[in-house]
């Protein structure tokens, strides 16, 4: 199977700053990696994603980085604002299970 | 686009007694569909995978025994959780899939055990 460590499990950081979030992932297999946002009492969303064909993707804030060599994947969220407190969930693609492993969550907090 | 939905957004039953949820594919045919659950303060665990005319494969700590799946065709699948106890409160999540890895989720049934 798979199993995907986040870390940090918490991080504050002040408006306009940017937010940084680390997870590592075990098999070399897993090709597809999502990031999913969760406010309170909701469910994930889809916020960005990357495959395993690429290095990098950007849009509407968020960058996301693929390093498949040290299996190690990050969202960089830039000019952070309040709207951008939440819970966020890296995941990985199980090959084997066909479904997705995700991290234990890291929730951010944005102040002013 | 593609939509799930998932019914009912949320319910409570009474410890011991079971219920059913169900997921639907709108706009697209779901090659699979993957149930998740993601207890409370917790993470996304998958519990098994649906497949159309396949077996269905569940994931350690889960079972056929106490979440029977039904996955008749490629737009609609159930879930049922039996004999529901306290820990199997949390937020359950179907995702349906088309070929590749990418799941649309529903927005999950939030069941509450009393």
């Known amino acids: 199977g798979e199993q995907v460590e986040q870390l940090p499990s918490i991080l504050r950081v002040q408006e306009g700053s940017s937010a940084s979030i680390n997870c590592t992932y075990e098999?070399?297999?897993?090709?597809?990696f999502p990031w999913y946002k969760q406010e309170p009492g909701e469910n994930p969303k889809l916020i960005i994603d990357?495959?395993?064909?690429?290095e990098r993707k950007q849009t509407q804030g968020l960058i996301v980085l693929l390093d498949k060599k040290a299996k190690r994947f990050s969202l960089h969220i830039t000019d952070t604002q309040p709207g951008d407190s939440a819970m966020y969930f890296c995941?990985?693609?199980?090959?084997?299970?066909?479904?997705?492993?995700f991290g234990l969550g890291t929730r951010v907090s944005v102040f002013p | 686009g593609a939509l799930v939905y998932q019914y009912p957004r949320r319910t409570i039953c009474k410890s011991g007694t079971s219920m059913r949820m169900e997921c639907q594919a709108v706009?697209?045919?779901?090659?699979?569909v993957a149930w998740y659950r993601q207890s409370p303060q917790k993470t996304f665990e998958l519990i098994a995978l649906?497949?159309?005319?396949?077996?269905?494969?569940?994931e350690q700590n889960f079972t056929q025994e106490k979440f029977p799946i039904s996955h008749p065709n490629l737009s609609f699948s159930s879930m049922t959780v039996l004999n529901a106890y306290l820990e199997d409160r949390g937020l359950y999540l179907c995702?349906?899939?088309?070929?590749?890895?990418?799941?649309?989720f529903g927005p999950g049934t939030r069941l509450t055990v009393l």
């Open positions: 995941a990985a693609w199980d090959n084997y299970a066909q479904g997705l492993t």
């Open positions: 098999n070399s297999a897993s090709n597809y």
């Open positions: 990357i495959r395993s064909n690429m």
């Open positions: 706009g697209f045919q779901a090659t699979s």
């Open positions: 649906s497949t159309v005319n396949s077996a269905i494969k569940y």
């Open positions: 995702g349906a899939r088309v070929g590749g890895a990418e799941q649309f």
